[in-house]
């Protein structure tokens, strides 16, 4: 079967880095997507993995290794803002996105 | 994307329907439900008017493409069991990179 593993909860600090892990097994694999969700609202894009290696933008970044599975998403400058849910999600063959169940993400001042 | 009503609550038995509008001119539509401690679940999609799938969780839920900007979900008797936040989705068909636009989501409460 399809599969899609992240953390359920984690905790960092204002100001910190944190690492959300992702690993998948999935019936053919076109891309890995990250999602930002707030409390009560939408996911919103936050990047899109197809090829090895990381991909920066601003204070997020995403890497990831296809042979291995698995993806991280990298937080920098934690802000108070960032709490929320981080969903990874993988393109199978067939372009159908399966989805992990989300790691909440909770900063600390 | 757009997504109406936004709060729904009903009882055991009745027929209702959400309705998803988007004007991005996306082929690509869908809905998810999702629950708390699981992944969005995929009920149906569309790939164009006139096109519908089933998606993983397609049981008791209905849907229709009535053109390329709409896309309504059905449920023609609701459950208990389908209490669950609603959400609509649009992207283009084409290749794995497009990422999906979310409606604002549909929380429905069925007693």
């Known amino acids: 079967g399809q599969n899609i593993d992240q953390p359920t909860e984690m905790t960092a600090t204002e100001g910190a880095i944190v690492q959300i892990n992702c690993t998948y097994q999935t019936s053919g694999f076109n891309g890995l997507f990250w999602y930002q969700q707030h409390a009560g609202e939408a996911p919103t894009f936050l990047s899109y993995?197809?090829l090895d290696g990381l991909e920066e933008k601003g204070r997020f970044s995403s890497f990831l290794s296809r042979s291995k599975g698995y993806s991280y998403l990298l937080l920098k400058e934690l802000q108070m803002k960032d709490s929320a849910s981080y969903l990874c999600?993988?393109?199978?063959?067939?372009?159908?996105?399966?989805w992990g169940a989300g790691t909440k993400l909770i900063i600390k001042p | 994307v757009t997504q109406n009503p936004r709060y729904l609550i009903t009882v055991t038995g009745k027929k209702l329907t959400v309705t998803c509008s988007q004007n991005m001119n996306h082929e690509y539509m869908s809905w998810y439900r999702q629950d708390p401690g699981m992944g969005l679940r995929l009920i149906h999609y569309s790939v164009g008017e006139g096109t519908t799938a089933k998606g993983e969780v397609p049981d008791g839920y209905n849907v229709s493409r009535l053109n390329q900007r709409e896309f309504s979900l059905r449920m023609e008797s609701a459950a208990p069991s389908q209490t669950s936040v609603y959400f609509c989705?649009?992207?283009?068909?084409?290749?794995?990179?497009?990422?999906?636009?979310f409606g604002p989501g549909t929380r429905l409460t069925v007693l």
């Open positions: 993995n197809v």
């Open positions: 989705a649009s992207r283009n068909a084409s290749g794995g990179a497009n990422e999906q636009f």
């Open positions: 999600a993988v393109t199978d063959s067939n372009y159908q996105l399966i």
